[in-house]
């Protein structure tokens, strides 16, 4: 099964910020899957691009998500972020970006157990009505 998502990294880095202005670098990389290096540069970006505007707290950063700029992409850039970001906001009773994949695996594998099972039944029975 191919790895993929329909959003991308800067999408979910976005999206962290937008639930936790104070979130820590370490918390948005473990969140998201991916470096804490990444999630600077990616923060970065959409800061230079003005989809984020930084603070400075102390020794932390806080962060405010600029939910009117439109989205980059022409097939979607006559919406502003703020629409994408309210469309996956986390759910009342989240489950831990860890318990999803294992879900997934598990879901997958009965699917294919069941698709096998019902393959070696069909062939036995077609294999019993030709002798």
Same mark, same amino acid.
């Given at each position: 099964?191919?790895?993929?998502?329909?959003?991308?990294?800067? =999408? *979910?880095?976005?999206?962290?910020?937008?639930?936790?202005?104070?979130?820590?670098?370490?918390?948005?990389?473990?969140?998201?899957?991916?470096?804490?290096?990444?999630?600077?540069?990616?923060?970065?970006?959409?800061?230079?691009?003005?989809?984020?505007?930084?603070?400075?707290?102390?020794?932390?950063?806080?962060?405010?998500?600029?939910?009117?700029?439109?989205?980059? *992409?022409?097939?979607?850039?006559?919406?502003?972020? +703020?629409?994408?970001?309210?469309?996956?906001?986390? $759910?009342?009773?989240?489950?831990? *970006?860890?318990?999803?994949?294992?879900?997934?695996?598990?879901?997958?594998?009965?699917? =294919?157990?069941?698709? +096998?099972?019902? $393959?070696?039944?069909?062939?036995?029975?077609?294999?019993?009505? +030709?002798?």
């Amino acid at each position: 099964m191919a790895n993929w998502n329909f959003l991308t990294n800067h =999408a *979910h880095v976005l999206l962290c910020v937008w639930e936790d202005a104070e979130a820590r670098v370490r918390d948005i990389a473990t969140r998201v899957g991916i470096t804490e290096r990444a999630v600077q540069r990616i923060l970065q970006e959409l800061e230079s691009e003005q989809y984020l505007q930084r603070e400075r707290v102390g020794r932390r950063n806080r962060y405010r998500v600029r939910g009117d700029r439109p989205l980059r *992409h022409p097939v979607e850039d006559h919406r502003p972020v +703020s629409v994408l970001l309210e469309l996956v906001r986390t $759910r009342r009773t989240p489950r831990s *970006h860890a318990q999803r994949p294992a879900a997934r695996r598990n879901a997958g594998r009965r699917a =294919a157990r069941a698709r +096998s099972r019902s $393959r070696s039944r069909s062939h036995s029975r077609s294999r019993s009505r +030709s002798r």
